[in-house]
């Protein structure tokens, strides 16, 4: 068995490098401070980041969490050291490309991928990404994100990183399977759901307003009034036609 370096000894060796990039090896949780148990992700085994915090003058302190950014969505949180296990990686290792042409075609697959989540028991998450529990950008990003296609963590990221198509003005709209669609308010995006056609939707929606899960809802007329309040919350449309790239994607 290859033997446990702690972290802290494998960034020494770097002098805590904020552009060596490491590979995390297990699933762990992102936080949103360097203390407590605000959970804002959760990270899937063989993400990619750097250290943000500490630097080698900072790293005398005593540490328990490190600040992180993930090289494919340019995320930013705390992880715990504690148990934490990743590899330096290699530089010479070359990081998916993909255009939009390859993105329209591995649609269907992310719809039925999303559509296998659904049918597993679930529940909503906030920060959720492993599954079978997932919030709702969280669903949106696993499901590009397992046919290695890259996008933002959070719904307002991903509104700004996609296609604008339209903004929703009565029933005027023309949506293709796969465009994600954008909810909230004028003044923010708090909410997101993938169109999977005939006017019908998925998205993972809380308890308050929502279905406690992944659930499918309608654009269409309808009486459920799930469908109506996120209806009633619709701001724009947009379409992924990138991956996210670390060096030239506006963050």
């Known amino acids: 068995m290859k ?9 020494k060796q770097t002098n805590f490098s904020n552009t060596i990039w490491w590979k995390v090896k297990i699933n762990i949780s992102g936080y949103q401070n360097e203390s407590g148990n605000n959970l804002v992700t959760e990270i899937l085994k063989n993400k990619i980041f750097r250290l943000v915090y500490p630097s080698f003058y900072q790293s005398k302190k005593k540490l328990s969490r490190i600040l992180v950014q993930f090289y494919e969505d340019g995320f930013i949180c705390w992880i715990d050291l504690q148990n934490l296990s990743i590899e330096k990686l290699d530089s010479k290792n070359s990081f998916v490309e993909t255009d939009a042409e390859a993105i329209q075609e591995k649609i ?10 659904s049918k597993v ?5 906030w920060g959720g990404t492993l599954g079978p529990n997932f919030d709702c950008s969280g669903l949106i990003q696993t499901a590009f994100l397992k046919h290695s296609i890259y996008i933002p963590r959070d719904s307002y990221q991903i509104k700004s990183f996609c296609k604008h198509l339209f903004n929703f003005t ?5 949506l293709k399977k796969g465009d994600i669609l954008f909810f909230g308010s004028k003044k923010k995006c708090d909410h997101v759901g993938i169109y999977k056609g005939d006017g019908f939707y998925y998205h993972s929606s809380g308890i ?6 992944i659930g499918i809802d309608t654009l269409k007329q309808t009486d459920d009034k799930i469908s109506l309040h996120y209806q009633s919350k ?18």
Do not use: C, V
């Open 3 to 11: 033997e446990y370096i702690d972290p802290i000894s494998l960034f």
């Open 108 to 117: 269907p697959l992310i719809i039925n991928w999303i559509e296998g989540q």
């Open 121 to 125: 028991k679930n529940k909503y998450l």
């Open 170 to 174: 009565g029933n005027n709209y023309s």
């Open 208 to 213: 308050d307003y929502g279905r406690n899960g």
């Open 234 to 251: 619709l701001i724009s449309a947009g379409r992924i036609i990138r991956s996210y790239r670390w060096n030239k994607t506006i963050r």
